[in-house]
DNA sequence: ATAAACTTTCAATAAGTTTTGAAAGTTTAA
DNA sequence: TTAAACTTTCAAAACTTATTGAAAGTTTAT
């Protein structure tokens, strides 16, 4: 397969897999375009290689921002802004499970902890069932939180290493 | 908070936090239902509960049971046809890293190692950026796939111990 | 101060996804 | 075999989310 067409291909699978996984297409490709760009790009650039309109690509260059995947560069003598992306495996996934810990899994968690507060017949049946599916699900997303949480914290990519052989 | 409307939030949550991952709001109501439900529920409770259609009980059923999270149970003298969860969230965590695994990451897999054979010139910063880029990835990518093999292999559930101190 | 270069916003529209409900299909009991 | 009980299908409609593009806003150079 030649350059061009795996670059294209690779922007495809980057956005399909975003798009699997609740996040924006158009976001997935812009980051995969920047992934593989040796030079930082412009607003233009990016409109130009995904065809897409100024403010698609604006808004979807800006959520990278706050993502924490991207950086707005600035070039001397140039007045335009340029946009590059932060190329470290390790550091996007990091990132990504940040985000995602902050928006989905702290607010689960919160719900999940009003929720053990039922009040209700220790008796029944029903009462019984929920509290425990609640209880139950609330340990194992604490112990998801606690694991990213420290997955966070690692500055060294224990993925790359053998850890899963741990598990045996 | 009361049983009942404790019930209605949990459905709430889980709905919500199913839509964010790319898993219909639906189906993940439907299973939230049916997961603090002692008793096997018709697809007529299921609807009446939910206040969804016919159709679409029938098809986010359905879909649970594919994904391995719910199964038809027949009651002797009942023409109906039951649905139970499967209350165990380690199962549950289990059987839903199977299928997506197996629908999004293994197709992910095989289109980066695909990506791995561009041919280019070495001297080219595009071609090796876009090189160094898919290996980072492709190996992020199979290190999450090994990890989530053991997970399934493991009868056990390593995250409801302490797994995650090891990290550091 | 002006105007050109550039970025951001947002209402309208398009695209994508989910839901409905009635009709078709299937199973069971008599 | 019939018909009632139940399940499945699927085209149309409703709903949700993403995209466009022109107008408004901002910055910079002169």
Request: cysteine-free; aromatic content about 8%; glycine content about 4%.
């Amino acid at each position: 397969m030649e350059l061009a067409e795996a670059k294209l291909k690779f922007i495809e699978t980057w956005g399909k897999l975003g798009s699997e996984w609740g996040i924006n297409r158009t976001m997935a490709q812009v980051h995969a375009l920047l992934l593989i760009s040796t030079e930082a790009l412009t607003t233009e650039e990016v409109m130009e290689m995904l065809k897409i309109s100024r403010g698609n690509a604006n808004m979807n260059l800006r959520d990278l921002i706050v993502w924490g995947l991207v950086e707005k560069q600035h070039k001397a003598g140039e007045r335009k802004e340029f946009f590059f992306a932060d190329k470290d495996a390790w550091s996007i996934a990091r990132q990504v499970a940040k985000e995602r810990k902050k928006r989905e899994l702290e607010p689960v968690l919160k719900s999940l902890a009003e929720l053990s507060n039922v009040n209700g017949d220790e008796k029944d049946p029903e009462f019984k069932t929920f509290k425990k599916s609640v209880s139950d699900i609330s340990k194992l997303a604490k112990n998801v939180d606690k694991t990213l949480e420290t997955m966070l914290k690692a500055e060294e990519n224990w993925f790359f290493g053998s850890i899963f052989k741990m598990f045996k």
